[in-house]
């Protein structure tokens, strides 16, 4: 396997490049903040953007907890990629990725200044700095459950056809995703349940046979780790309706729309029908 690094300060559009250097190089397969990634896909790993302060996420980023990295060495040697780009703020810390994942020393360095102009790091940092946005080099929606309840946006404008290697000539679309991470929040913000039930209210009145929806409970699922919430729905509906076809309309709109509004990943809406009127 080839290792390839890419290094440069913190907020200068590292993973915003990785895209495009893998693209040049012919890279299968990166490591950035805790992340494997694999063709475009996340295997393994928790994201550092989703720590609650800049000391896990960097213990994170370098795979400090035992577990983790194993799971990483795991992971790897069952995709058994042919190239490796590694990202980091500084050599020193793409040494101890290299070593807590005992992969080849990198081949051929690369440092963020070489691949991007001043002003491109410059509009890099004001977007850190200013809006506290961070880039992941994959998909939005293979991140979704790792970040419920956080600010998070596919980079649409960004994406790009890649044909990566020469093993069945396979093309695929690779993306990226911007997210504000809990440690770089201007503020905080907090959603109540009172707004998430309008919500509910609006798509019942939208669709016209559901009179109300007096009931709504929430929970976050304790066995995924608090990576989502589940709803709970009591509605009346009209007599004469097709009530499952209609509930499980609403149940599909109800998920979609608080996950578009509020960036909660919704695991699961139980909608009860109680009574017909």
Not at 228 to 236: A, K
Request: charged fraction near 30%; hydrophobic fraction near 40%.
């Amino acid at each position: 396997m080839k290792v390839y690094s890419l290094s440069g300060r913190s907020g200068t559009g590292k993973s915003f490049q990785a895209i495009n250097l893998c693209k040049e190089k012919d890279i299968e397969s990166i490591i950035d903040d805790g992340l494997f990634i694999y063709r475009n896909k996340v295997i393994s790993g928790i994201s550092a953007k989703r720590q609650r302060n800049i000391i896990q996420a960097v213990k994170t980023a370098i795979f400090s907890d035992d577990d983790k990295a194993e799971e990483a060495k795991a992971a790897i040697a069952r995709m058994n990629p042919e190239s490796l780009l590694v990202i980091g703020t500084s050599d020193e810390m793409i040494d101890k990725i290299v070593a807590r994942l005992e992969l080849p020393e990198p081949s051929e360095r690369i440092y963020i200044e070489e691949i991007t102009t001043e002003d491109e790091r410059v509009i890099a940092r004001k977007q850190r700095k200013e809006m506290g946005q961070h880039v992941i080099p994959a998909p939005t929606f293979q991140l979704k459950k790792q970040f419920s309840g956080y600010f998070m946006k596919p980079m649409d404008a960004m994406r790009m056809l890649k044909e990566i290697g020469t093993k069945g000539h396979w093309k695929e679309t690779a993306q990226k995703s911007v997210v504000r991470p809990a440690y770089s929040y201007l503020g905080k913000y907090k959603i109540s349940e009172r707004v998430l039930s309008d919500i509910i209210d609006c798509i019942g009145a939208d669709m016209g046979c559901i009179r109300q929806s007096d009931k709504l409970l929430i929970k976050e699922n304790r066995e995924m780790k608090n990576e989502g919430i589940e709803l709970n729905v009591s509605i009346d509906m009209d007599y004469g309706e097709d009530l499952p076809e209609k509930a499980t309309v609403f149940q599909a709109r109800v998920a979609d729309e608080i996950e578009g509004m509020t960036a909660f990943n919704v695991n699961k809406v139980n909608v009860e029908v109680k009574d017909i009127v």
